[in-house]
Nanobody
Framework: QVQLVESGGGLVQAGGSLRLSCAAS????????MAWFLQTAGKEREFVAA????????YYADFVKGRFTISRNNAKNTVYLQMNTLKPEDTAVYYC????????????????WGQGTQVTVSS
């Protein structure tokens, strides 16, 4: 089990940037594939990006490719999401999560979640 705390959300104008951080505590953070999901009111959590344990392999949803970058620092037990060229439709609560097993784009395969951080993009 890992405990996750997100930070870095806020209000930004369209075209701007934000960097989200997710600090993990507990053992064996480096063993986990880590991911970011977003959620808007009344909808299921949606996959944004994931990164394997070593940080070498990354995965992205099509709607963020070329704009968002996921990275991790295992020495600091932290995963990041750099979000550039933000759009109003990126407005959501963003969660980081640690995967147990199974397809990485499916929220049900993650059993460790942070509390979320709100990102609001104004037009």
């Amino acid at each position: 089990q890992v405990q996750l705390v997100e930070s870095g959300g806020g209000l930004v104008q369209a075209g701007g940037s934000l960097r989200l951080s997710c600090a993990a505590s507990g053992r064996t953070f480096s063993n986990y594939l880590m991911a970011w999901f977003l959620q808007t009111a009344g909808k299921e959590r949606e996959f944004v990006a994931a990164i394997n344990w070593s940080g070498i392999t990354t995965y992205y949803a099509d709607f963020v490719k070329g704009r968002f970058t996921i990275s991790r620092n295992n020495a600091k037990n932290t995963v990041y999401l750099q979000m550039n060229t933000l759009k109003p439709e990126d407005t959501a609560v963003y969660y980081c999560a640690a995967r147990v097993n199974g397809p990485l784009r499916t929220a049900d395969n993650y059993n460790n979640w942070g509390q979320g951080t709100q990102v609001t993009v104004s037009s």
